[in-house]
């Protein structure tokens, strides 16, 4: 590894970027609301690329928006190595999630740049498009698009909450960076490995410095439309109505009820509603609602998604439910050849690890369909993510870079 | 009452002028949303007043913004009488729900100044402000401004659903109208009598004309806010979350079980909520919801009010919960001077009339407070409103103005 010798992070580069990326889409107490394919989100991206210029990376995107830098290899017709995260965040969302894969990235390229280093493989970062899903619904459209898991056009009738659809916002997209050159979506590709901040607090707690990411659990999500009619809350009897909002409650009741896991293995969340016409004096006519269910075993995340259906319709006294299942996500196990890479990286660059398993679900999820697959996690403050308090340390976050340079130089000279 | 057999309601200018307001905020399926305070008010209001200017009614606002249009009596001392109801709609309303009100006032002035009629007392028109509560909750603001029973600037901090104050929304409004002549807030009044669609089916299925309103059973509004703390959907395990979302459906359904009442007079809402991140896979730190309770007891509807904050802390596992009245109109009984009056003029015009007590509430109930006052009920059809299918016939919306006309005439002479 004399290669590694003679590159180094930059922590206090790193750190820099992460926080003037920060700055699009601040919101109090350091938090972040930088939703996909908004404006503040192509801001984002100019700057990243001005970044990527100093040391002449070749800038492209795809047609889902994914935004690709690359640095050449010395063998022309090797397959690169992929690494990367997401640039968009939750609505009171922290400096890090997605933000630090990127920029890690970017600070292990320009290192290894400033080092002399080439690689016999290219290197690319790339910043996937609506990885966090709270904008548009599902999460992960970028690398399920490039991945080929789905078209690119099948969220094109997903609405946001001011009614824009996915479709029309990510042709914005594009036709605001039709300067940009454009490249194919998927593969071949050597090998992905993303960095990203835990999300939870065993790295923390443990106080060891890495964790090498063995695979992700599996996440379901639903939407479930609770359809009723509207009446006038003073004169429509109780007797005489079809209230959404009521059977929406019985329902997410129910769900709760029927969801408890005495190990607390399974994630059930719904986190998200809309109701109509949300009036405190009329009945509600329609309540839409999101569940977010995640278990590391295909089998029982299986077992309890089917079990949805007849929870909610039971719940049902007046009103009528539909359920759409939009994202599934099945849990992946991460490639052995990247999984030795990071541990590998991490032994030699001197840094403590875990072996874990993520409950949260990441784009590399999608970019194992393609391509070997890894994550390096770094600790996060207390365990607290999507939120403007998610806090990693500048050494920290360095040391998750050193681990990924490392990896990177070795997967791309493999 | 020789005036009134010179003077005859245009029915068909009364559905023209209705049918025009109409498509200010017009919705599919003849429906409006003409939230209060915004640029779509603002040109139904100019409409008027071009109306209005063809018999030279005098117009001026108050500073609540409540719209004024005047025609002068005889007696240039006498305190006038009033008629009017409001312009603003629910998200998904009607075309007659508020807006018949204030067309067959000015309907019935019309007809009367162009059979040369000149009452002893003024007439006054009147359009309040916000009734409805939709955008700013609560409703009838501007008639509690008009008489007292609350500040002008009582809500200037309540926000709408895209953070607009309601302070600074009624300056908007005044600002665009300060073009028109200010008058003060407050009587005195001679009387006050309130036209309106019944909004729920007896009229309709009984086949008759008229309803005498004797009175309006009480509402009272409540803002429930349950605060928990956000969490990553994916990793934060169920056992140690404060979600928000859950502590929230178990307070909606014992409130539900708590206002259940064997003889459905009781009426409970639940009709608006707000989630906060409101994004599907970050647990809720904050579930904000409207709830509506009415009831003609007064006693009842307080001793079911005062039940509402221990159902809601007993329902509280892991969550803060806050609650805050905002609106409280205690049962009203018209006054029998102006229950006369309407009485009188429907027998007079050969309508058959009901007695009834209004389940929705109106500015009348404010107005009653500084003046004597009553309204006038027309059939809805299948009692249906707060929804775009809201409807009464060009017939039955011209025996209501009818009856509107010969009760001013009275009342205005008396």
């Known amino acids: 590894m004399d290669q590694v010798t003679q590159a180094a992070i930059n922590s206090d580069r790193q750190w820099r970027w992460l926080m003037e990326l920060a700055e699009f889409g601040a919101i109090p107490d350091n938090g972040v609301n930088r939703q996909a394919l908004t404006a503040l989100d192509r801001a984002a991206r100019r700057q990243l690329i001005e970044w990527a210029s100093e040391i002449g990376a070749t800038v492209s995107i795809d047609e889902a928006a994914n935004l690709w830098l690359r640095v050449e290899g010395s063998d022309p017709t090797a397959a690169p190595v992929l690494t990367g995260s997401h640039m968009d965040s939750q609505p009171k969302g922290g400096r890090f999630d997605g933000a630090y894969g990127v920029i890690a990235g970017l600070e292990a390229i320009t290192a290894m740049h400033q080092a002399g280093i080439v690689t016999k493989r290219p290197i690319e970062v790339v910043a996937w498009t609506n990885e966090e899903g709270s904008r548009f619904a599902p999460g992960c459209t970028g690398s399920m698009s490039w991945c080929g898991f789905k078209p690119v056009h099948e969220w094109d009738d997903v609405k946001d909450a001011d009614g824009i659809f996915y479709g029309a916002a990510l042709a914005t997209q594009l036709g605001f960076e ?26 923390e707690s443990e106080g060891l410095d890495i964790g090498v ?39 997410i009741q129910a769900l709760s009820d029927a969801m408890a896991d005495p190990d607390d293995v399974l994630r059930f969340t719904v986190g998200r509603i809309a109701v109509s016409p949300n009036s405190s004096n009329s009945v509600a006519d329609r309540v839409t609602f999101s569940i977010d269910l995640r278990h590391p075993n295909a089998d029982i995340l299986t077992a309890r998604g089917a079990l949805i259906p007849s929870v909610i319709q039971s719940a049902m006294t007046v009103c009528d439910a539909r359920l759409v299942e939009n994202f599934t996500a099945m849990p992946t196990d991460f490639h052995p050849l990247v999984i030795a890479a990071v541990e590998h990286a991490a032994k030699a660059t001197g840094h403590s690890i875990k072996h874990m398993a993520s409950g949260a679900f990441h784009d590399a999820q999608f970019a194992s369909r393609v391509a070997p697959a890894g994550m390096i996690f770094v600790p996060s403050h207390k365990g607290i993510s999507h939120n403007p308090a998610e806090y990693t340390s500048p050494a920290q976050l360095a040391a998750g870079t050193q681990v990924l340079m490392h990896t990177l130089l070795r997967l791309a000279n493999s």
């Open 178 to 203: 039709s300067d940009i050159p454009r490249r194919p979506l998927g593969g071949p590709v050597h090998a992905y490995v993303e960095a990203h901040i835990e999300q939870g607090p065993l790295l």
């Open 213 to 251: 990411v063995t695979g992700i659990q599996g996440s379901r999500w639903f939407t479930v439309t609770i359809e009723g009619e509207s009446a006038h809350a003073g004169t429509a009897p109780l007797s005489l109505r079809r209230d959404a909002m009521l059977d929406a409650v019985r329902a």
